[in-house]
């Protein structure tokens, strides 16, 4: 800790004395406040004054203390100083410090929940991020080959999920759901009615929707062009950020209520790890969804060209001194000739303190271009 100066005539008159008025929960807070009084070799005392009603004695055998002082007679406000006293405040304190620790401990593995999912989204988009526009790289062949098995493995499990849904691996040929199959591809990318009804088998129906929808996955990019790379990774990112912002709010509301668990018997940070995870997978699922129809969008366009950053006009100003009385109009240059590099009414006219700043900013004079003046 910080020592504690004695000033002139402290230490003749016995030094610092600490007084405290109650028992902090943790023996750490006491020992810092213990330690101010009779530092390097310095005169002084420490003297904590407790009454029953703190919570230290009240919650740790306060009522038991008190039924033993009525039975001996003390009566009220009369001091009890004695050493028993201070170990059972002392057990008190590292009981209450065990069960912060615990407490800790607790929160921490639920955290630790949410990290591993951060770390997973977080690798996710660092395969997707672009460079930066002053980068001196731009996207390498390996790039653009990751983001095409990231795509196929995409289109690959949207298809498999339909069908599981209308074609399931239990249900016979004649009972599946064609109909209800090409409908679901037709919102994804244009499908032809009866396109599937002469599937000889499952094998044979899957390998052609999933050729269905690499072929709509191909014509989207040729259609879009050499934008498409950059074009995909932006709807990636977006998709995914949007998602994860969701799945964060979903995740407070179930550590709020998930306590409810130990009330059935069950313990509350198994069911949080469970139930998180399901919650995860599906918010995987509906990004890998979006994702899918986002991209094979017929509406969807490239980008029509590269913004260019507005850049100020330069425009400087002449002020008169301040020691000089001579109108504005009186600041030439030696030779009499208006400043060059500016008409003479831009160099003479000045804003006023609360207009519009001249440079287009939006800022006000006093507050952008005229702040010095």
Not at 36 to 50: E, K, M, N, V
Not at 130 to 150: G, I, K, V
């Amino acid at each position: 800790g910080t020592d504690i100066k004695l000033g002139d005539g402290v230490a003749e008159l016995g030094g610092l004395h600490v007084v405290g008025c109650q028992r902090h929960e943790s023996r750490r807070i006491d020992n810092q406040l213990l330690g101010r009084a009779g530092r390097q070799g310095d005169p002084g005392s420490s003297q904590f004054y407790l009454a029953m009603e703190d919570d230290l004695l009240r919650i740790f055998g306060g009522e038991r203390l008190g039924a033993i002082m009525d039975r001996v007679g003390m009566e009220e406000g009369e001091a009890i100083e004695h050493n028993l006293l201070t170990s059972a405040i002392r057990r008190a304190q590292k009981r209450v410090e065990g069960r912060n620790f615990e407490i800790r401990k607790r929160l921490l593995e639920y955290d630790l929940v949410l990290s591993k999912q951060r770390e997973a989204i977080y690798a996710l988009r660092d395969r997707f991020l672009l460079p930066p526009p002053d980068a001196q790289h731009s996207l390498t062949a390996e790039d653009e080959a990751d983001l095409d098995d990231y795509l196929h493995d995409l289109f690959d499990e949207r298809a498999g999920n339909l069908l599981a849904l209308y074609a399931g691996p239990k249900t016979a040929p004649d009972e599946w759901n064609l109909e209800g199959l090409t409908h679901e591809l037709s919102a994804i990318a244009p499908t032809k009615a009866g396109e599937f009804a002469d599937a000889s088998g499952a094998p044979d129906l899957s390998e052609r929707v999933n050729e269905h929808m690499r072929r709509a996955l191909e014509a989207q990019k040729k259609r879009i062009g050499a934008q498409f790379q950059l074009l995909a990774r932006y709807l990636i990112l977006m998709t995914i950020d949007e998602a994860w912002r969701t799945h964060l709010y979903t995740l407070d509301d179930l550590k709020g209520g998930i306590g409810w668990t130990a009330y059935g018997g069950g313990d509350p940070l198994v069911a949080f790890k469970r139930e998180s995870f399901v919650l995860f997978q599906e918010m995987l699922g509906r990004a890998a969804e979006k994702i899918v129809r986002t991209i094979l969008n017929p509406r969807l366009e490239p980008p029509s060209g590269t913004r260019q950053p507005r850049t100020a006009p330069d425009v400087r100003y002449v002020h008169p001194s301040v020691t000089s009385s001579a109108p504005a109009a009186s600041l030439k240059n030696p030779a009499g000739k208006p400043m060059p590099g500016r008409s003479s009414a831009t160099a003479l006219k000045e804003p006023g303190r609360n207009d519009p700043c001249p440079c287009g900013s939006g800022k006000k004079y006093k507050k952008c271009h005229g702040r010095g003046a």
